[in-house]
């Protein structure tokens, strides 16, 4: 979209006390169709994007650890996971492709800075659909099967960041 889209969004944020999102390297398989391609410089298009998201928070005025101008990441993809969050650790990562996109569940640990904060895991249909074959079973039944998948993907990331020395508490 360029800085002047992207104005209005981190504008209001400051009005309305939210963040704003940046597509940056999204899950879907062809991904890398347009946000790989490599410029002149040999850099490749999601790193044009990065340092766009680096300057417009440094125009931020905030004396938080985390920005409000945050970045979508897709789990499928753990080295542009560990690469962003070495070169923005300010970020807050929305990662989506977690669940239904795949098992992408020792990924996620790239998503964290070092404390063990700083992403958002997203799993839509993982847990919208978590009854599966089950659209018979009773209100109270889906419940408890979407229930389960929530706790079953809480679990499986702080496992998972237990592993990676990213979990403290």
């Known amino acids: 979209m360029g800085r002047d889209g992207l104005l209005p969004f981190i504008e209001s944020?400051?009005?309305?006390?939210?963040?704003?999102?940046?597509l940056l390297k999204t899950s879907n398989p062809s991904a890398g169709d347009l946000q790989d391609i490599q410029m002149q410089n040999g850099l490749k298009l999601t790193d044009k994007v990065s340092d766009l998201i680096v300057s417009l928070q440094q125009a931020e005025d905030s004396s938080y650890t985390y920005s409000s101008i945050g970045a979508v990441i897709g789990?499928?993809?753990?080295?542009?996971?560990?690469?962003f969050r070495e070169k923005l650790p300010r970020c807050i990562f929305l990662v989506p492709g977690y669940g239904?996109?795949?098992?992408?569940?020792?990924?996620?640990?790239?998503?964290?800075?070092?404390?063990?904060?700083?992403?958002?895991?997203?799993?839509?249909?993982?847990?919208?659909?978590?009854?599966?074959?089950?659209?018979?079973?009773?209100e109270e039944t889906i419940r408890q099967m979407?229930?389960?998948?929530?706790?079953?993907?809480?679990?499986?990331?702080?496992?998972?960041?237990?592993?990676?020395?990213?979990?403290?508490w």
């Open 75 to 83: 789990a499928s993809y753990p080295k542009d996971l560990q690469y």
């Open 100 to 138: 239904t996109q795949g098992d992408f569940s020792e990924n996620i640990k790239y998503a964290f800075n070092s404390d063990g904060y700083g992403a958002l895991i997203n799993a839509s249909r993982s847990i919208n659909y978590a009854f599966g074959e089950h659209i018979d079973a009773s």
């Open 13 to 22: 944020t400051k009005v309305n006390s939210s963040g704003t999102f940046i």
């Open 146 to 168: 979407i229930r389960d998948a929530v706790i079953k993907m809480n679990e499986d990331i702080n496992y998972n960041l237990e592993l990676a020395n990213k979990i403290h």
